[in-house]
């Protein structure tokens, strides 16, 4: 996912752990957990979508199975004055349904036992709460599309809006003939034409996924070909974008081969992309990525997103996360593994892209103020920021210098294989690198993603070579660091390994001047 600007968000109330006399203002992690006890395994979705009447119908069938014995199900979910849902057991008789804010309750047509599956339905009528928009595009055209991530899918889908609980979505869709359409899934039409002017379409996947990724889009698109892999599907794009468009969505293929080679098998069928007027610059939709109605503006930028995007199927959203605070492992993987990409087809080098990802978060709040994996934050949206994306980055790419290319790669795939389908935490990813790595690599992670900033260096001249202190509050890092000399062909890298708040690393004349991190291989702040 590309952001767009983030602004602070008011809380809203969803988790299981909350109420007022526990804690006025839990972090994220505890109000918006997974469900104990329960665990999501299909939806199958019917859907009508009147684009005019800005009106969705629709009837959601359910299989959970309950994990401990269970009376009650619960569900994240709205409803509203405009958007009616209600609940009905196998048999279609209605549930009681306790409703709260933010979820609802409901009661069991009787008790199940660990182990039973539980099947029920909801049906959907009116203008959703949130999560599913009826907008004008920016010439003015009506569209209809979700916008979920990050606890928004429930503002008209009920359902266990968590990262962690992966299940089943199939979706048969009715939209207003005329209007291209794309959901999540591989899609098939159904022949003809509905009798009252609407189009169809069934999308199935035999990948999990959680409820914030699952999309869909309606509207008057124009179609943009990508050659180069089966799997391309037609993009989607606004009529009067389509020939700036077009210029841009011409790599994918040659990603995709790429991500492959590296990384393993893509795991969702098709691969697309859609227009339409989301919050953010690029929302990893698998399968069918979602793009800023601006994003082909700027040419340069653009690309850049759609490389970040392309590189969640396998990051982010292959593999998952299993908690809010854990988004580094999406959001820093792809805004490492993008600019690897983009650096492919004309873009700015990998050392280029790094030295002003570490610029902008030297400028931070986060980075004087919080880890990587903070988990204080009222919103998972908040989780979203320059730790979890440029410092997340470059954790990855320190994690390279310290293993080297090749065991670097390889833990890289191995983490993919193993986990592909799941959604998982940083501890299942550290013990694959140190499995790949043959070495134990705790405290790499623990200084770089659980401690606050970086190295703060101090760099005078000596007598035997350039003095390296370590000025920053707390203990001396351990970290590579290269010093070059000279000039041009003459030019001398001296890594060295730095473990202690005082180092000299010995240098061939060191008043003739040096370069500090030649090759962009370390996140450090220079002290005065």
Known sequence: MQRRQLVPILAVLTATAWSPAQDPQPNANLRYGDVVGQDARDYTISLRV?????????????TFVAEQPLTTLRLDARRGDTWQVTFFDHAGEAMAAAWAEEHVVLTLPKPAAAGDALQFTAHLQGTPVDGFYFRDNRYGEALAFTDHYSIRAHGWLPCEDNPADRAHFALRLEYPDGMEAVAYGAMKSEPGEHRDGYRALTATTDTEIPPYMFAIVVGPFARVHEDGDARLVDHLVYRRDADEAAPLLTHHAQWLHKMEQT????????????????????????????LAEGLFDNAAGGTGTLAHELVHMWFGDGVGYAEWREVWLAEGFASYFGPWLHADVGGPSLADSMRSMRSRWLQSFEGRTKT????????????????????????????????????????????????????????????????VAGADLDWFFAQWLDRVGCPELKFTVGDDGVVVE????????????????????????????????????????????????????LLFRTAK
């Not at 009147?50 to 359910?62: F, Q, R, T």
């Not at 003459?490 to 030649?518: E, S, Y």
């Open 263 to 290: 990384f393993g098998a893509y795991a969702f069928g098709k691969y697309t992309t859609v227009q339409c007027p989301t919050r953010w610059g690029g929302f990893e939709a698998p399968g069918n990525v979602q």
């Open 470 to 521: 370590q000025v920053q509050k707390g203990d001396p890092y351990t970290f590579w660091l290269t010093i070059a000399t000279g000039q041009g062909e003459a030019q001398k890298r001296c890594p060295t390994r730095i473990t202690g708040a005082r180092h000299v690393i010995a240098v061939d004349d060191p008043h003739a001047g040096f370069v500090v991190d030649p090759d962009v291989e």
């Open 372 to 435: 990587v994996r903070d988990d204080g934050f009222s919103h998972p949206d908040q989780a979203l920021n320059s730790n979890t994306y440029p410092k997340g980055a470059w954790v990855l790419h320190m994690l390279r210098k310290e293993l080297g290319d090749e065991k670097f790669f390889a833990a890289i795939r191995a983490y993919y294989t193993a986990c592909r389908g799941r959604a998982v935490r940083t501890a299942d990813f550290v013990d694959i690198v140190e499995h």
């Open 50 to 62: 009147d684009v005019a009447k800005k009106e969705l119908v629709g009837i959601v069938n359910y």
